[in-house]
């Protein structure tokens, strides 16, 4: 399948390419907006580098994180 970020319209694909594209959010997209959100709440903006991470138990992100 190829993906289009709604969000900055960067392009990638997941496993085969197709001639349709679906609409998604890209790593990068969601890697500065749950980053804002970490700061927003007080925390370390460590989303995306789960070998940083001393609390991946208690982190909400955590299943976004490590995948
Ligand atoms: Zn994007």
Same mark, same amino acid.
């Given at each position: 399948? /190829?993906?289009? +970020? =709604? *969000? +900055?319209?960067? /392009?990638? =694909?997941?496993? !085969?390419? /197709? @001639? #349709?594209?679906?609409?998604? %959010? +890209?790593? !990068? +997209?969601?890697?500065? #907006? %749950? ?8 925390? @370390?903006? $460590?989303?995306? !580098?789960?070998? !940083? ?6 982190? *909400? #992100?955590?299943?976004? $994180? %490590? /995948?």
């Amino acid at each position: 399948m /190829t993906y289009i +970020c =709604v *969000k +900055c319209q960067r /392009t990638w =694909v997941m496993d !085969e390419p /197709t @001639d #349709y594209v679906s609409g998604g %959010i +890209c790593r !990068e +997209c969601i890697t500065s #907006y %749950i980053r804002s959100r970490q700061i927003k709440a007080g925390n @370390d903006a $460590c989303f995306g !580098e789960p070998d !940083e991470c001393n609390e991946l138990e208690s982190c *909400k #992100y955590s299943q976004y $994180c %490590i /995948t």
